[in-house]
DNA sequence: AAATTATATATCATTATGATATATGGTGGT
DNA sequence: ACCACCATATATCATAATGATATATAATTT
């Protein structure tokens, strides 16, 4: 029934898998959808008191090696409303891309600063993918394909974002 | 000197043409860069406030056909101010992908609402690029060359998005 | 003449971030 | 054995940003 926002929902869909804390949701949401869609601890910690106090979560209080932990578990209600949700049409992609916002200024600034904050950008696009690469193992493990397509499109994206800037930086030498 | 902010940045970005009102800001950002970077009156506004007291903009306060506006021009400080940040690294893009969301959690969802889901995405994004092409003619008028070249990165951008969820969805049938 | 759209500024509740605070358990080095 | 550091774990807060709404007038369309 509820209106669930992205963040809402990603949460519960974390839980779909098995129940986990607050802090295991972040881990979860950082090793995975962070590229497309991330959340911080001021969110997260927040937004699971509200999943508690609608019904669609479950906390049970214990303590595991001397520590305290709420592990958060999904009910049914918390299902259904995930569900209603996914089924829902997507909104639109919105982005901060801050060197697509210096490229629309680069008038501003001589050809030879434009060619290094380029290569500058371009060094840490390839340093990132480069990570990207090195986590596929692991999310094969999954045995999920969807969470493969996630992790593949993370890939190609920046396998476009390397080729764009080599053409840039290749038209401005 | 000042540590701005990308929107920050924007709104020093969009003074250095010309000197203009809050409102003709709001309109040039949604024009060009909200492809890959928005901001909304409530960030505008306050900001243009901010770049007042510490001199990066100066304010003049006139009467046009009875309407009240104040038109805001950029400082040496301010221009100043726009380059040291324009120089700066450029920071990682971030994004909400919504659509990604819903993917990484398609297990959840029968094979023929996945096919749904991603046949409307793809609508959606046809819709989006056809939209980009026809303000390409407007944005070859700015005989700036940095303009065209963020246009041509979001057409790209999105016939990427294109082929990928084509390939996608050949996938699912 | 009426309705709608465009121009123009401003604020507000809500949402989200990034940083910080607090606390304990486990690991590695000397 | 001790210390430093890192991982686990929860929580809050100032700051930032959105999307909506309020207010007002001019211009355009019906």
Redesign the pocket.
Known sequence: MAAN????SIILGCLTTHPM????I??LISLSTSLFY????????????KHEESGLVSVEELI????????YHLTEKGYSAFLTWLEETPQPI?MRNDMLVRLFFFNNLTREKQSDITRMYLDHLRDFRQRLENIAPAAAAYSDPYKEYTLRWGKDFYVFLIEWYEKLLSDLE
């Open positions: 926002s992205t963040v809402e804390s607050g802090y295991e972040k881990q991330n959340a911080s601890y001021g969110s997260i910690y927040p937004i699971l008191k595991e090696n001397g520590r305290f932990k709420k592990i919105t």
